[in-house]
């Protein structure tokens, strides 16, 4: 594994131009820095590869652009996924959107490689709208425990699991949880970045939680690795 080493710079790998309708999220920090462990991951040519939570299928064309064979990018948002297959068909890439949630992606697995960018924002009410793209309950864990406890099921023998998230949601809980499946699990990557939007606007609730510090506006985003042997 190669690690890629912490800063407090905003990132800046290649950021392509993407298709994104109202309501789609918008790759952030999270996506490219997970685009680029992808990149170090060491993924096998023609590998079958699922992007879980797909929006605009960022993470879903860096995985075909790199080579892998077979794509597959799973949304609940009809809008994200047209927006996939417009960006995928656009550049002429091996990618197959998907409309479902984590029981159909690992209907149609396992996969060589699993790529998970979920929602993390912890949230004092329930999600909706737009929203669903990065709110996620009191402790920001609604979708990541479920990845993390139901990763067997989605990666193939020998494959592997690449997860980002904030620190803010409990990476000794993704670990743990991880482990607990059966996975083998370590931080692969870190980085500091400024606030968001979204995370500027949740940080009173954050410090009241004890999420965050007084006055913190810096957070730390993670990469896992999850191998299942």
């Known amino acids: 594994m190669t690690a890629i080493t912490s800063s407090a710079r905003p990132l800046a790998p290649a950021r392509p131009w993407l298709l994104r309708p109202p309501g789609v999220y918008r790759p952030q920090d999270d996506?490219?820095?997970l685009a680029t462990a992808l990149r170090a991951s060491g993924m096998a040519p023609g590998a079958k590869v699922l992007d879980l939570c797909t929006g605009t299928g960022a993470l879903a064309l860096t995985a075909a652009a790199g080579g892998a064979g077979a794509v597959t990018a799973v949304d609940i948002s009809r809008r994200a996924?047209?927006?996939v297959w417009a960006n995928a068909r656009l550049r002429r890439l091996p990618v197959?959107?998907?409309r479902g949630s984590l029981a159909e992606a690992a209907r149609r697995g396992p996969y060589d490689v699993v790529l998970a960018n979920p929602p993390y924002v912890p949230c004092p009410i329930p999600a909706s709208g737009a929203a669903r793209a990065w709110d996620a309950g009191p402790d920001g864990r609604v979708v990541l425990s479920p990845v993390c406890?139901?990763?067997p099921s989605l990666v193939a023998p020998g494959g592997y699991l690449l997860l980002v998230h904030s620190t803010v949601a409990g990476v000794d809980q993704s670990l743990d949880e991880l482990r607990a499946a059966g996975m083998t699990?370590?931080?692969v990557a870190s980085r500091f970045i400024p606030f968001g939007?979204?995370?500027r606007k949740?940080?009173?609730?954050?410090e009241a939680a004890g999420l965050i510090t007084a006055g913190q506006r810096l957070e730390e985003l993670v990469v896992i690795r999850a191998d299942r042997p």
């Open 31 to 33: 996506t490219w820095f």
């Open 202 to 206: 949740r940080a009173e609730f954050l």
């Open 81 to 83: 996924l047209a927006a």
């Open 149 to 151: 406890s139901e990763a």
């Open 185 to 187: 699990a370590a931080v």
């Open 197 to 199: 939007p979204v995370m």
């Open 96 to 98: 197959r959107p998907v």
